[in-house]
């Protein structure tokens, strides 16, 4: 996801710096954002501009405090674990100016919560993006109890200029998208343990016959089946029984196939 937010940034012109503890997962990121401007220019869907600006405007640092420096706008995409998160932000607050933006990619933890221990919780905001980035139009901006107005004003801005289009939602479990999206996610899953149909008929019944651009499963898939386990179990625990996960779900993460980015899921992926 940080890696999708960063192509998305740089191609528009604005100066944006990619951090992770991991210099090798950046050259991978970097190398992976090159091509897919490459493949988007190629298939005449990213104007070749884009190459200039990811050149002019894309940097990496390994380091949390060199990379939030200066920064007008700071955008977290680690894991959902919100320990990990408000570490991160803590870090991230004592080097950026107190008007600085704070914004969370979590798609179902509390932007509240999150904001509980900041100095400024008032310019700390939820921006939830939907995978892959530089395709989906699509960004939930979250307005966490202490968010002030000029906060949300200023992400739905930044969302506009990055070509998006966002929706503003009240920080509650789930938010909007994540609550209905793991709705049909997990049923799909249910469906597959009980025999229902394969998981290629599941997707292919979604995409044709409701217009879905992507099946529950393959979408899973893409997520990481890691990430919804994760996010199921919190709704689970804050809303209600719809939200168990399947034991076919908790099955598949015990054993390391997590989607796309394991290459096995519901699906085989090469």
């Given at each position: ?73 700071v955008?977290?995409?680690v ?28 798609s ?17 905001v ?37 070509g ?36 290629e ?34 709704l689970?625990?804050e ?12 099955q ?17 992926w090469?």
């Amino acid at each position: 996801m940080g890696q999708g937010i960063a192509q998305v940034t740089s191609i528009h012109g604005i100066s944006t710096r990619l951090c992770d503890v991991s210099a090798e997962a950046l050259a991978h990121a970097s190398d992976r954002i090159e091509a897919s401007v490459e493949k988007g220019i190629a298939k005449g869907k990213t104007p070749a501009s884009a190459r200039e600006q990811l050149s002019r405007c894309l940097t990496t640092s390994t380091d949390i405090e060199e990379a939030c420096q200066e920064s007008d706008f700071v955008i977290e995409a680690v894991p959902e674990l919100l320990d990990l998160k408000a570490s991160i932000f803590a870090q991230v607050e004592q080097v950026v100016s107190s008007d600085a933006i704070l914004a969370t990619n979590t798609s179902s933890l509390p932007v509240t919560d999150l904001a509980s221990g900041l100095q400024h919780p008032q310019r700390f905001v939820g921006m939830h993006f939907f995978n892959p980035v530089p395709i989906m139009a699509l960004v939930e901006v979250v307005r966490g109890a202490a968010s002030s107005e000029s906060t949300v004003e200023a992400a739905v801005s930044l969302a506009v200029a990055l070509g998006k289009e966002p929706i503003v939602v009240q920080d509650s479990p789930g938010f909007a998208t994540s609550r209905l999206g793991l709705v049909i996610g997990l049923e799909a899953i249910r469906m597959l343990e009980a025999g229902v149909a394969s998981a290629e008929e599941i997707d292919k019944a979604m995409e044709l016959g409701y217009r879905h651009p992507m099946g529950p499963l393959r979408l899973t898939d893409l997520v990481g089946l890691d990430v919804r386990l994760a996010i199921a179990e919190y709704l689970h625990k804050e809303i209600g029984e719809q939200f168990r996960p399947p034991e076919l779900l908790r099955q598949l993460v015990a054993e390391g196939h997590l989607g796309k980015k394991t290459g096995q899921g519901f699906h085989r992926w090469s």
